[in-house]
């Protein structure tokens, strides 16, 4: 199960924001300011990470079911099951 690159802009822009969110929460420890500046960036980053993480499942299920030359077997649903579990 390969992601189409031009699939995926998306999300790259997502993990793109959550990198930059993420030198938000650096700088701020970095720089001694209140914890809750820290605690709500890393907040905003785990959920674009996890956001990121479904949309790139949600994306290679969108493929895998649209390709018609390539039916789905059980091996790819458990796969997708697996990918999809582990970001529970």
């Not at 969110?21 to 701020?28: A, K, N």
């Not at 970095?30 to 994306?59: K, M, W, Y």
């Not at 018609?68 to 579990?85: C, N």
């Amino acid at each position: 199960m390969q992601m189409d690159p031009a699939e995926m802009t998306p999300v790259l822009n997502r993990l793109k924001r959550a990198r930059g969110q993420l030198d938000v929460v650096i700088r701020s420890i970095e720089d001694g300011q209140e914890c809750q500046v820290a605690v709500h960036n890393l907040a905003t980053v785990s959920r674009a990470l996890d956001r990121a993480g479904f949309a790139i499942i949600s994306r290679t299920l969108q493929q895998v079911v649209q390709d018609r030359e390539h039916p789905v077997t059980e091996e790819d649903l458990k796969a997708l099951e697996k990918l999809f579990l582990s970001l529970a």
